[in-house]
């Protein structure tokens, strides 16, 4: 069964680093985009970083860039996010993402499969 899993999620406080990992090796990791979502109780999951497989062009939400690293080993089919100076608003659970292939991936209707999510906690 084709899945990913995702971990590394954690509590700190304000200005601290996590790193989440997510391995996926049943994933075709070519054409497509890899990426990161986090969600907040009820609200629509939101894109934070994304990266193509075989470009590896990155893309970040305004919110989390300068401050998150999103990288992969392709090897291995992980990926990783990096997370630096956390702030109590990037609480939230963590998503990691194979979208749909040879597409973009603007939003959550854009992938085809998810990580069973990891909690990170940022205490003020």
């Known amino acids: 069964q084709v899945q990913l899993v995702d971990s590394g999620g954690g509590t700190v406080q304000s200005g601290g680093s996590l790193t989440l990992s997510c391995a996926a090796p049943?994933?075709?990791?070519?054409?497509?985009?890899m990426g990161w979502f986090r969600q907040v109780a009820e609200k629509e999951r939101e894109r934070v970083a994304l990266?193509?497989?075989?470009?590896?062009?990155?893309d970040y939400a305004d919110s989390v860039k300068g401050r998150f690293t999103i990288s992969q080993d392709n090897g291995k089919k992980t990926l990783y996010l990096q997370m630096n100076t956390l702030k109590p608003e990037d609480t939230g659970t963590y998503y990691c993402?194979?979208?749909?292939?040879?597409?973009?991936?603007?939003?959550?209707?854009?992938?085809?499969?998810w990580g069973q999510g990891t909690q990170v906690t940022v205490s003020s």
């Open positions: 993402a194979a979208c749909y292939m040879r597409g973009g991936c603007p939003a959550p209707s854009s992938v085809a499969l």
């Open positions: 990266i193509h497989t075989d470009v590896g062009n990155t």
């Open positions: 049943g994933v075709t990791y070519r054409e497509r985009y």
